[in-house]
Structure formats: structure tokens, C-alpha cells
């Protein structure tokens, strides 16, 4: 069942930053990704992945806060038809697993923007490594697995934005953090046909590795495969009436 959550999906990239002095309207949650609970000392989740370094983890949680690992968000990115398709980096899974636990109305995506400068600053604490370029087969194009999300969470009444501050991989609508003590956009109407034919041709790839460690089964996924479901979603966006 929806509620009428909103959600901060909160990631490092440098215009994060635009959080801290951020007026936190009453009933929102915000889900800090790896460092990000840097920002804030009010973060409710954090969630990162089981081999990032225990030195940077939150070290004095509070009772209302806690963590999630994989043994959380990867069920939840297989509900969704898994990580493969969904893309393997921490800020799809992360928001698959709050479409799944929380289910919110609205879920803003801050500082997940996945554009990384050759030179300068990469994160908000300064330079780290950027996942989404490395060799992947799930990341064949961000804009298309940004677009599948955009499109379940739609399918679940909750409207996928971002934040506006610079340029994004990201598809979903932008919309300033003042502005969200007002009406929010609603959801996309998702075009069902254009919907399910993406949903179909996953099924068939059978591209699902249910432990979540899609990396130990990368040699068999076919790129041409993982680009025509990339473009099966996007065209689904469209088809919806949102231009990528």
C-alpha cells in the first residue's frame, strides 16, 4: 500500500551539499547512500553495499535510525525483476528497496547525478570512485535503467523526481527542495502496453541472478540483449508522455 511518504534518496555527488541547511518538512525520510549520512545528522536509513569500509560507516546510529545492506535491498531489486536489469549501482538498488519498503508518494533523488569530471571535484567530500563508469554489463545506458525506475515507482503511485542543481544521467523531472512542502507532481501515466513489452523481453532474457552477485555470471549476459531492454524502456518513457 502506498503511504504519503516522501523520500530523499540522498547520494555524494557535490551538489548534495544543497542538503545541509535544507528545512525538512514533517513526515520525510531521508535514505542516505555510502557517505552521504556525512550531510546530515537526521538521516532515518543508510545503505550501502556489504564491502564498503566499516571506518566509514555511521559509527553511533540513533533509535530511530538504521542500516540496510544487501540482505535488504537485493530481495527488494529482485521484486523488481532484478539487479541486472535494474543496474548495478547503489543508487538504483537503493531506490528500489524504498519503492518496496516504504512505499512512498514522491521519492526525490538528491546527489546521484552520475556525471563525473575528468579533473576537480567528483563528490561532495572531494574525489572518490566512480562506479557507473566502470566496465558493467547492467550499465549499458544510466538514462535507460534511470527511465525503469522512474516507470515502476509510476506503477506504484509514487512520482520519481531530482533535484535541479546541474546536469544529470538522470531522466526524472526535476524539482527544487523548497518546493516540496507544496503539491508535488504526480506520477507519469504509465503506458501499459510499452510497460509490460519491457517487462516481457527481461523475462525472457532470464538475466536474473538472485543472489544479487550478477558480476560471477557477467560473461554470459549479451550486450545487444541488455541495449534492446535499455531501449524497450525508454520507449516505454515515451510512450508515457516523458521525453528522455
Not at 21 to 49: E, F, K, S, T
Not at 221 to 227: G, I, N, P, Q
Request: charged share 20%; hydrophobic share 45%.
Amino acid at each position: 500500500m502506498r503511504t504519503d511518504q516522501i523520500v530523499i534518496l540522498l547520494g555524494s555527488a557535490p551538489n548534495a551539499v544543497q542538503i545541509r541547511d535544507w528545512q525538512r518538512p514533517a513526515g520525510c525520510v531521508i535514505v542516505a547512500i555510502n557517505n552521504a549520512w556525512r550531510l546530515r545528522d537526521d538521516w532515518d536509513v543508510h545503505i550501502a553495499p556489504d564491502d564498503f569500509p566499516a571506518d566509514r560507516l555511521p559509527p553511533h546510529p540513533g533509535a530511530d535510525q538504521r542500516r540496510i545492506g544487501s540482505g535488504d535491498y537485493v530481495p527488494a531489486n529482485n521484486d523488481y525483476g532484478g539487479v541486472v536489469y535494474a543496474g548495478g549501482t547503489m543508487a538504483f538498488s537503493a531506490g528500489y528497496w524504498v519503492l518496496s519498503a516504504l512505499r512512498p508518494s514522491a521519492m526525490i533523488i538528491v546527489g546521484c547525478d552520475m556525471i563525473y569530471p575528468a579533473t576537480g571535484q567528483t563528490h561532495f567530500y572531494g574525489t572518490g570512485t566512480p562506479d557507473p563508469l566502470r566496465v558493467d554489463p547492467t550499465l549499458r545506458s544510466l538514462e535507460a535503467k534511470s527511465a525503469r525506475l522512474m516507470l515502476h515507482a509510476a506503477q506504484q503511485g509514487c512520482a520519481c523526481l531530482r533535484a535541479p542543481d546541474g546536469n544529470s544521467r538522470l531522466v526524472c523531472p526535476a524539482i527544487a527542495l523548497s518546493a516540496l512542502s507544496a503539491a508535488l507532481p504526480a506520477p507519469i501515466n504509465v503506458d501499459a502496453p510499452a510497460f509490460e513489452d519491457a517487462k516481457r523481453r527481461e523475462a525472457e532474457a532470464g538475466y536474473v541472478v538472485r543472489s544479487g552477485r550478477y558480476w560471477t555470471e557477467a560473461a554470459s549476459f549479451k550486450a545487444e540483449v541488455v541495449d534492446a531492454i535499455d531501449q524497450a524502456w525508454l520507449h516505454a518513457l515515451r510512450a508515457s508522455g516523458a521525453a528522455p
